[in-house]
């Protein structure tokens, strides 16, 4: 049976996730029905991260095996043609060995969380960004977060449901800049925890509206509890923009 590599993107609002549920909508479960379709039996789709409800995708991989050999673009389009209506996107596809794993071959995981700091509510933005109605500090962000870098006891900034056995991750990079009107948060590691990105993003948050000071987050961090974590920021604004092989 040959493996196929897929690279897809997906607005994450309609679904309940990436992992597939039987009581709603999950981006695993629309590639499976229009995988399913095209090799004329049950696929099962593995992805490289299972992204919550409402986070979007730039470059998720996932990959799955086909009982049919096709050329790799064929699996792309008839792929796509049976994911309409549901807004997930097969952008790229190619034949692996049969040892790739999606999730366990990965490299790095890279996100990016976007927010808007303007007072007047979004139009052509809205569901795809955090709006904060005030201006933010971006470079006070940026600084702040650089105490976050290398391996620590996040448990702070892990969400109660959380499942890994470890609170235990090494951040390998994490950045904060001005964009125009948009302020961009990048970070990258090889695995995170539940919604860690979206729990430091709000911490940082504060910092940028002058709640917090840079020894206010190394405190959170050093409290290792989850009481000391900011607000957490919405799925909106998260975005799993790459996965590294």
């Known amino acids: ?46 992805g490289a991260g299972r992204t919550d409800s409402g986070v979007h995708a730039l470059g998720q991989v996932a990959h799955l095996d086909l009982v049919k ?15 309409r209506p549901d807004p997930v996107a097969v952008l790229d596809c190619v034949e692996v060995d049969t040892d790739f794993h ?10 990016i969380y976007r927010i808007i700091d303007r007072r007047p509510p979004l139009t052509l933005d809205r569901g795809k960004v955090w709006r904060v109605p005030v201006k933010l500090d971006a470079d006070a962000m940026h600084a702040a977060a650089q105490c976050l870098v290398g391996e620590h006891d996040f448990s702070t900034f ?12 090494t951040l390998d990079q994490i950045s904060v800049r001005r964009v125009a009107d948009e302020v961009e948060l990048t970070c990258s590691a090889l695995s995170f925890l539940h919604r860690q990105v979206r729990s430091i ?16 987050l190394v405190q959170a961090l050093k409290a290792r509890d989850r009481a000391a974590c900011g607000p957490v920021a919405p799925a909106d604004g998260l975005y799993l923009e790459r996965v590294d092989y």
């Open 1 to 46: 049976m040959p493996r196929y590599k897929l690279t897809l993107e997906y607005d994450g609002g309609p679904f309940m996730g990436w992992q597939w549920q039987d009581h709603g909508p999950s981006v695993q479960g629309s590639l499976q029905r229009a995988a399913a379709k095209l090799n004329g039996a049950p696929v099962e789709v593995i």
């Open 69 to 83: 050999d096709l050329r790799p673009d064929t699996v792309r389009d008839a792929i796509n043609q049976h994911l």
């Open 102 to 111: 999606a999730r366990f071959s990965a490299a790095r995981r890279h996100y």
């Open 158 to 169: 892990r969400d109660v449901q959380c499942q890994a056995k470890s609170p235990v991750k």
């Open 201 to 216: 993003t709000g911490s940082l948050v504060e910092i940028g509206r002058g709640k917090w000071t840079g020894t206010d």
